[in-house]
């Protein structure tokens, strides 16, 4: 699977949970961090680690576990690092607070072909 693939996969698993405003960002040419942040927000803490949880378990499933995983706890910004695609998936206070898509503003989105709520 390539890394485009898996950010795709990333994407359809969050879709799956109800995430809103997914957006796949390729910083390939932009940071050496990785080639694709998959960003997307939920409701509420809980929903953010249902989220978060559910990529986790289905991407294990494939073989894929992450690297580093941060912000179950408090559930308001949850990372996981798959080394060549790190997810955000934040409560929309936070999301709109730090504004990932504005900070890598230079980065080429990658559509979806699927519908996001």
Not at 8 to 22: F, G, V
Not at 91 to 102: F, G, T, V
Request: proline share 1%.
């Amino acid at each position: 699977m390539t890394e485009q693939d898996l950010a795709r996969e990333i994407a359809e698993i969050a879709s799956a949970e109800k995430a809103a405003d997914i957006v796949v960002l390729d910083v390939s040419g932009i940071t050496v961090l990785a080639d694709n942040l998959v960003i997307c927000s939920g409701r509420s803490t809980i929903q953010v680690k249902a989220i978060a949880e559910s990529i986790e378990d289905r991407l294990l499933e494939k073989g894929y576990k992450p690297l580093r995983r941060d912000g179950f706890n408090e559930g308001r910004w949850v990372v996981l690092d798959y080394g060549s695609v790190i997810v955000h998936v934040f409560r929309q206070q936070e999301r709109e607070y730090y504004d990932l898509e504005n900070l890598w503003g230079d980065a080429r989105r990658l559509e979806l072909g699927m519908t996001t709520s």
